[in-house]
């Protein structure tokens, strides 16, 4: 199971986001708490700072190696803040036809748009199912793609049928893209769970979208992802949620993610996470299965959006 982790708030360095806390995202990769296997093909971050040159455009970093593994890591993060964040950890199977590339790490990025995106999630077939799907991608797009990851046609795909980038706009447009993918898998008979746990995003914002289809393609799963752990984990991971903390004086608290917990209206951060990362874990929201959550930090206060997807 690959991780996802975002951020926004005030600038506070990448090290005490990515580095310092025990359950950090580079720690989750070589221990990860709530699923067997490491994550060893990758990771990466994109990172929006006041401070940079080019403070409009993220500063990507990729590294296609076990992110415990990365020397780089203790050397640049201490150096960078950001007031804005996606950063991932990649899983893949335990095989040689995986490709570890930077390419192939998260998050992506492309040019004529705001948004960069990282997901826990996986589209099974999607070579095959681009025969169908290609015809909703836009060129300006597809010029871009530069892996050979099925996140990467996914962004390709959700931005060709974005309208705009307005909370409703982006609402929309993962509700077009679950349609389509759908239909895909039904006319190719391919039909097979999809799970996609996505963040996307830009200055300011981020969008966590929670949601997917079962084995047959159905869009209206339910069940106890607890319960479901045994008989069938595939089905558990699809409806397990993902988790949201609200908070302020992030900064207080040394190696670790507690905050002060508050009502969104008064949270000067957030953090959106593919599992909870303090200790007790109860001052987290969770985002559950069919739901997206828009957040984003207008003036120093995060407003807090939280929505069923129409899927």
Known sequence: ????????????????????????????????????????????????????????EPLLYHRPKAAFYDDNA???????QASTL????????????????????????????????????????????QRELLVYCEDRYLKQMRGTTDTEFLYVLLLSLLDGDSDDDV????????????????????????KLKVALVSPDRIIGVNYGCGHKGDTDVTGDWKKLR?????????????YLLLGKNFQNYENSYEVDACPADEATSAIFASEPLT???????????????????????????VSKLNV
């Not at 090290?15 to 296997?37: T, Y």
């Not at 203790?74 to 960078?80: A, E, F, N, R, V």
């Not at 335990?94 to 948004?115: I, K, L, M, R």
């Not at 739901?291 to 959006?305: D, P, Q, Y």
Request: hydrophobic share 45%.
């Open 1 to 56: 199971m690959c991780r996802v982790f975002a951020y926004i708030g005030q600038e506070i360095p990448l090290s005490s986001l990515l580095l310092e806390p025990e359950n950090s995202l580079i720690n989750q990769s070589l221990d990860p708490e709530l699923h067997p296997n490491l994550q060893l093909a990758g990771w990466g971050f994109g990172a929006w700072s006041e401070h940079l040159l080019k403070p409009e």
């Open 279 to 305: 200790e007790d874990g109860d001052e987290w929201m969770t985002i559950e299965f069919g739901e997206i959550v828009a957040l984003e930090n207008k003036g120093g206060a995060i407003s807090k959006t």
């Open 86 to 129: 996606l950063a991932h950890v990649r899983a893949s199977g335990y095989d040689a036809g995986v490709v570890q590339a930077d390419e192939n790490c998260h998050p992506f990025s492309f040019d004529e748009t705001p948004w960069i995106i990282a997901q826990n999630g996986a589209l099974p077939n999607w070579r095959v199912l």
């Open 171 to 194: 609402k929309q447009g993962f509700e077009k893209l679950l349609k389509v993918i759908v239909e895909a898998m039904k006319k190719l008979d391919l039909a097979a769970l999809t």
């Open 230 to 242: 045994e008989e069938d984990l595939p089905l558990s991971m699809l409806l397990e949620p993902m």
């Open 74 to 80: 203790k050397g640049i993060l201490p150096s960078l």
